[in-house]
C-alpha cells in the first residue's frame, strides 16, 4: 500500500504558481486532494518561503540556492555538490520514506535520472506533459501522461513502457459558482462588440502573432470586433532574445484599442475572465499536448476554436463540444473560422455541451481520483 508521495518538479516555477504554469498546477491541484500523505518539492523563487503546508496530507518545501552557491557551483566550477536532486531525496528522508513511498517527477527527463541515478531502489514514476524524445528512460518506465496524443507519442519510442492517462483538470468549484465576472476600467467592451479571446504563452509555438494577424484582417471590415489576449508579452525568449514578443507588441500596438493586452494573470482567478470572450481561440502551431485554456475556457462555458495539432481532438469534438481550425492554418483562414464560429447558429449549443463535458471528465476531483488509481494499481 502506498503510504506517502513525493512530487517534485524541475527548479523554474515555485509551488503554488501566480502564473500561467500547467504542470505546476497540477500538482498542487491533486497533492491537496489526494489521500494520500504527501510533500510537494520545488525550487523557492523571490516571495516565498521555505515551507508551506496546505492540509494536513500535504505539505510544500521549496529548494533555495544562495547567490553565492550558484555562482560557485552550479556556474563557475559546475562541481554542484548539493544538487537540486540531491535536496529532494534529502526531504524524502525527512518525511520520511519508506519501501511503500513513491517519488513521482513531473515534466523533466533530466531530473528523473538523477534521482534515479542517486536512489535507485526507489519507488518512481514519470509525469510527462510534454513531448520530448526519452533519451535515458528505462525501457519499461511507469509513466502517467494528460492524452491519450501523448501515450501513443511514448509508446513509438518505448513500447515497454507502463503508461497510463490522467488528464488535467478545472476546480469545478469556481467555475460552478456565480463568482463576480472581471470588472476592469481598463477592459472597454461595449455592448454590441464580439470579443475573441486568447489565453497562453506568447511563443512561437502557440500562434498568437498568427491570431493577431488573422485579427487585422477582421477589423479592416468589421467595427464591432475586439481582441483580449492574456499571457506575458513582455517574457524574453531565451531562442531569439525576445524579438518574437516584440513583434507581437508591435502589431498589438498598431491595433490600439481593438486590442486588450492584459498580461499574465493568477491561474485560479481565470475563470472570471473567461466571460468577456465570446469565442476562445487556441491556434497552437505545435502537437499540443492536451491545454488546459482548453478545458478551462469550456468550463467557463464558452465555445472553443483550436487547432486540431496534438491532444484537444480528443475532448473538442467539431460541431459537437468546440470548433476546429482548418489547415493549413493562415492568418486568413483563422479569420474565416472565427467568423463562422461567431455566426454559426448553433454556437451557445456547443459551448454547454463542451461546458458539460469538462463537467463529466475534467474535475479535479476526477483527476486525483484517476491518479491515485495509477500509483495503487503499480505499486501496491
Known amino acids: 500500500m502506498v503510504d506517502k508521495i513525493i512530487f517534485t518538479v524541475t527548479p523554474i516555477f515555485s509551488i503554488p504558481p501566480r502564473g500561467a504554469a500547467a504542470v505546476e498546477t497540477w500538482m498542487y491541484q491533486v497533492a491537496q486532494r489526494t489521500t494520500i500523505p504527501n510533500r510537494i518539492v520545488c525550487i523557492r523563487n523571490e516571495g516565498y518561503d521555505d515551507y508551506s503546508r496546505v492540509n494536513e496530507n500535504c505539505s510544500i518545501h521549496r529548494v533555495g540556492f544562495s547567490r553565492v552557491y550558484k555562482r560557485l557551483f552550479q556556474k563557475w566550477t559546475r562541481l ?20 511503500n513511498s513513491v517519488i513521482v517527477v513531473h515534466n523533466s527527463m ?4 538523477q534521482i534515479r541515478q542517486r536512489a535507485p531502489q526507489a519507488k518512481v514514476a514519470l509525469h510527462m506533459h510534454n513531448a520530448f524524445e526519452p533519451k535515458g528512460i528505462e525501457h519499461d518506465v511507469k509513466m502517467i501522461v494528460p492524452s491519450l496524443f501523448l501515450k501513443n507519442y511514448y509508446h513509438a519510442y518505448l513500447p515497454d513502457a507502463d503508461i497510463e492517462i490522467v488528464p488535467n483538470g478545472i476546480d469545478l468549484k469556481s467555475y460552478q459558482s456565480n ?26 509555438d502557440k500562434g498568437i502573432l498568427l491570431l493577431l494577424q488573422a485579427f487585422e484582417k477582421l477589423v479592416a471590415t468589421n467595427n464591432n470586433l475586439k481582441l483580449i489576449v492574456v499571457g506575458d508579452y513582455n517574457e524574453v525568449s531565451k531562442t531569439d532574445g525576445g524579438a518574437y514578443q516584440r513583434e507581437v507588441r508591435v502589431v498589438a500596438e498598431r491595433l490600439g484599442d481593438r486590442c486588450i ?22 491556434p497552437s502551431q505545435f502537437q499540443e499536448p492536451f491545454c488546459m485554456v482548453a478545458i478551462e475556457a469550456m468550463g467557463a462555458g464558452k465555445p472553443v476554436l483550436v487547432s486540431t495539432r ?19 492554418m493562415t492568418a ?8 463562422a464560429v461567431l455566426h454559426n447558429p448553433e454556437l451557445s449549443d456547443v459551448a454547454k ?23 495503487h494499481k503499480w505499486f501496491n
Not at 80 to 99: C, E, G, H, M
Not at 110 to 113: A, G, N, P, T
Not at 312 to 327: A, D, I, P, S
Open 332 to 339: 486568413e483562414t483563422i479569420a474565416q473560422d472565427i467568423v
Open 110 to 113: 533530466k531530473l528523473y535520472r
Open 80 to 99: 554542484d555538490p548539493l544538487p537540486y536532486s540531491q535536496r529532494i531525496l534529502n526531504i524524502a528522508k525527512d518525511f520520511p520514506v519508506t519501501d
Open 179 to 204: 463568482a463576480t465576472p472581471i470588472s476592469d476600467p481598463g477592459i472597454n467592451i461595449l455592448p454590441d462588440e464580439k470579443v475573441i479571446f486568447y489565453a497562453g504563452r506568447i511563443v512561437p
Open 353 to 375: 455541451r463542451g461546458q458539460n463535458y469538462v463537467y463529466n471528465h475534467y474535475s479535479w476531483t476526477g483527476v486525483t481520483q484517476r491518479f491515485e488509481e495509477v500509483i
Open 261 to 282: 493586452m492584459l498580461g499574465s494573470l493568477p491561474p485560479d482567478q481565470m475563470h472570471r475572465y473567461y466571460p468577456l470572450g465570446d469565442v476562445v481561440v487556441i
Open 310 to 328: 496534438g491532444g484537444m481532438v480528443e475532448f473538442v469534438k467539431e460541431n459537437n463540444t468546440g470548433y476546429h481550425l482548418q489547415e493549413p
